[in-house]
T-cell receptor, first 110, second 114 residues
């Protein structure tokens, strides 16, 4: 039972580069979320989705984009990477009140 | 936007001690969730609370949904080394019945010394 899978686990980007963080879940959950966690800090909601074709902004959406073409996949896109986007990114899916998290992607922008 | 403030920010305790932490919000929540994050991992749900005044236990953990619906408390009894981690409160804020968002608190970092 894979749950929520994120790829890659680690990535170093140069300023101005773009990349897509992948997230897929096999639990058929409608709700999916992207969070970022800066060192020693809590989780900040970037974007979320309540189902395929529907996405909405969270607390810190600037510099990111998402899409939700299928129930399973919820990729997060960084178009012009900036040092302020250095963080650990977590994807989660949710059923009722419980959210299930992936292992995270550690991103460094230099 | 909504903010969940947790206190204390960090705790350093000896094995066997009891731990108390709390979470407060400026707005009402209909559901309170408590998560634990181990180093290098994603958060995992510990306890879910659905009703004001509710008291729920999970082993050595006990959590309470505050009467005002703006706060929640988590207690850990007889701490052990594997309790080390970051504890987060979370919930969908009650605003126009929109329970789609799930926001997290600032976290309480727990260190347990043998």
């Amino acid at each position: 039972n894979a749950g929520v899978t994120q790829t890659p686990k680690f990535r170093i980007l140069k300023i101005g580069q773009s990349m897509t963080l992948q997230c897929t879940q096999d639990m058929n959950h409608n709700y999916m979320y992207w969070y970022r966690q800066d060192p020693g800090m809590g989780l900040k909601l970037i974007y979320y989705s309540v189902g395929a074709g529907i996405t909405d902004k969270g607390e810190v959406p600037n510099g990111y984009n998402v899409s939700r073409s299928t129930t399973e996949d919820f990729p997060l896109r960084l178009e012009l990477a900036a040092p302020s986007q250095t963080s650990v990114y977590f994807c989660a899916s949710r059923v009722l009140s419980e959210a299930f998290f992936g292992q995270g992607t550690r991103l460094t922008v230099v | 936007g909504q903010q969940l403030n947790q206190s204390p920010q960090s705790m350093f305790i000896q094995e066997g001690e009891d731990v108390s932490m709390n979470c407060t919000s400026s707005s009402i929540f209909n559901t309170w969730l408590w998560y634990k994050q181990d180093p290098g991992e994603g958060p995992v749900l510990l306890i879910a609370l659905y009703k004001a005044g509710e008291l729920t236990s999970n082993g050595r953990l006990t959590a309470q949904f505050g009467i005002t619906r703006k706060d929640s408390f988590l207690n850990i009894s007889a701490s052990i080394p594997s309790d080390v981690g970051i504890y987060f409160c979370a919930g969908p804020p009650d605003r126009s019945y929109n329970t789609d968002k799930l926001i997290f608190g600032t976290g309480t970092r727990l260190q347990v010394f043998p």
